[in-house]
Each structure stands twice: as structure tokens, then as C-alpha cells.
């Protein structure tokens, strides 16, 4: 994620933008799916408008802040960089697990490379199962904590900066990143160019096709304003990996209770006479927590929930594959 210590001043977050087109397909053709989002996360000024591009049915930020702005969206308190509490132990027991199943599906001694590794909370337990774990972090702030608390190998920067020319891995991870970074199409080329003939790429990311999103609308927490640059859904994630010479070999969904609870905070902060209300629906409420799993196991099922996972092989013969341009993901 960006580095940033300084709040945005509202005169640039409406003054530092960029119109783009779709990353995918590069259209210009699109309509508009949010058009007041704001940070409701971190309350950081600005409205943002999400819009999907009506040929290839990617959604995407547009106008979105330039990188230089952006960066002021990732404070240090950002949730990614700090886990504390119960809730802390939760998400590392929850880590703890990933990494054994990770383990469990590749060779002994694997290497592993981590794009938006954070603070490093899945390189601890990656490593611990005797994984040669490397990440890719763009925010110091995070790197800095993986390299002096944790003794991990991280590299501040972007993924096309990192220092990892002539290295390849048997694994590359990217879990709720796909969806900060501006160029998600080069990052996966970029991803795919690293991994050895057979190498697994795993990506997670929020679903923007869900029936959450869609109930919830500006109010979804999977939009993020404006730090989620561009949402998938399994359609169109999948054309991205298949673009980059990979086989798409599973569709994992999750189970996301939080998606549900603080939209419906987000939902209830916003109207007169529920703001009570709002302080009590958070995720470390457990009674609401164990509510938002049933709803979100009921969706896992359905291949509906607000987030999943999309797994994929680079094939033997990678050597002589070219990338396919040209798959258009179904709207």
C-alpha cells in the first residue's frame, strides 16, 4: 500500500486526479455504478465515483486520486498494518492456518514471495512452517515494521521496483492488494514473469459482483474509497490471470461476516436516530460476529460472498506461451 503520514487537505483530493481508462481492455465506455463514495473507513475528505466499463465489466475508479494523493488515504493507523486485541489474535490464528495450507501444497522449503505484505502477518507463520519467505510492500511505514520487528525480507516499493531481477519462486501471494494497485494488469504479467514452470499465483480480493455489494451500494465496505482502485468480480479476475499466461485452476469463496457488519454500520451511522446503533454493530461484537457467519456461510455456499480467492498454475511450458491479450471477462 502507499506510504502516507499527512492527512489529504480537500483542495487536493479534488485537484490531484486522473481520468483512466479500463485496465483490462482499455475502453473509454463505461457507467457509473457509485457516484458519491467517500472514506468512510478513515473519514479522509473527497467523493469518488466507481464505474464499470461496459465492454469487458470491470469496475474501476474513475477519476481517481493521483498516486501522490493517494498516499495521504493510507494513514499509519491503516487496519492492515495494525492487528491488536482479540481481534489481533483471531486474524493470527487465521493467518497460521493459511500458511499450513500453503505449506501443505507446495515442496519442502519452498520460496514465497508476498506482494503487499503489510506489516508481514503472513510471512511469520509462512516462515515458521519452513517456507523462504520474501515480500513487496509499498508503505515504509509497514516494511519498516516486517524488516525491525520481525527480521523479515521486505522490499519498500512497488512490485516492478522490487530488486528481484534473475529470482523466481515457487509461490507468489497477493491477498487484498490486486485491488489498490493502478496497473493490476501489468502487476500480474509482472507476478506471472517470477513464478518457476508449475508455480502457484494466489489472489484474494473483494467481490463486487456479491449480493452484498449490490444491497449495500456506496455503503459496501469492499468499495474502500478511493483505495480500492479497481473491484473484480470471479469473471473478470479471471481473465486478468488468464491474460497473463496462467491456468485458472479454482474459484475459492470466503467467508467475510465483516462485510455485512460494518456496511450495516456504515448504514446506520448515516441515518437520524441509529447512531447508537452504529457503535454497537462492529466486528469484534461476538454476537453480531457469529450472526454475520451464518449469513456469510449461506453465501459461501451460493458462490456469493463479498470476498474470494482465485488460484492458478503457471503452466510447464510457460517458456513458450505467449500471453493471451485478447479474452474479454463475461459483463
Known amino acids: 500500500m502507499p506510504p502516507a503520514h499527512e492527512s489529504p487537505t480537500p483542495g487536493s483530493t479534488v485537484d490531484d486526479r486522473e481520468s483512466v481508462r479500463c485496465n483490462f481492455c482499455h475502453a473509454d465506455n463505461f457507467e457509473v455504478l457509485v457516484r458519491d463514495g467517500r472514506d468512510r473507513r478513515h473519514h479522509l475528505p473527497g467523493e469518488f465515483r466507481m464505474v464499470k466499463c461496459r465492454e469487458c465489466g470491470l469496475a474501476y475508479l474513475n477519476p481517481r486520486p493521483t498516486a501522490s494523493a493517494l498516499a495521504a488515504y493510507y494513514p499509519p493507523d491503516y487496519s492492515p498494518y495494525t492487528q491488536r486485541g482479540l481481534f489481533g489474535k483471531l486474524t493470527r490464528w487465521l493467518r497460521q492456518r493459511e500458511a499450513a495450507a500453503l505449506r501443505r501444497s507446495l515442496p519442502s522449503g519452498a520460496e514465497v514471495l508476498e506482494v503487499g505484505c503489510a506489516a508481514g502477518d503472513l510471512m511469520i507463520p509462512m516462515r515458521d512452517a519452513g517456507l523462504r ?131 450495516l454500520q456504515y448504514w446506520a451511522s448515516e441515518r437520524k436516530g441509529f447512531a447508537s446503533l452504529s457503535r454497537l454493530l462492529s466486528p469484534r461484537n461476538p454476537l453480531l460476529l457469529g450472526l454475520g457467519f451464518g449469513i456469510a456461510a449461506v453465501q459461501k455456499v451460493l458462490h456469493d460472498s463479498g470476498r474470494f480467492v482465485v488460484l492458478a498454475r503457471k503452466p510447464m511450458a510457460a517458456a513458450t506461451t505467449a500471453p493471451n491479450r485478447e479474452q474479454h471477462p463475461g459483463r
Open 133 to 263: 519467505v520474501t515480500g513487496v510492500e509499498l508503505s515504509d511505514h509497514a516494511a519498516t515494521i516486517a524488516r525491525t520487528r520481525h527480521n523479515l525480507d521486505v522490499h519498500t516499493g512497488a512490485l516492478a521496483d522490487a530488486p528481484l531481477a534473475g529470482r523466481t519462486f515457487d509461490a507468489v501471494i497477493m491477498r487484498n492488494v490486486i485491488e489498490h494497485v493502478p496497473d493490476p494488469k501489468g502487476d500480474l504479467e509482472k507476478a506471472a514473469s517470477l513464478l518457476r514452470p508449475g508455480g502457484l499465483l494466489s489472489l484474494r480480493t473483494d467481490n463486487v459482483a456479491s449480493s452484498d455489494a449490490r444491497l449495500f451500494r456506496a455503503l459496501w465496505y469492499g468499495f474502500d474509497f478511493p483505495r480500492h482502485l479497481t473491484l473484480f468480480s470471479p469473471q473478470t479476475l479471471t481473465a486478468f490471470v488468464q491474460s497473463a499466461g496462467l491456468e485458472v485452476t479454482r474459484v475459492r469463496f470466503s467467508l467475510v461476516p465483516t462485510h455485512w457488519i460494518v456496511s
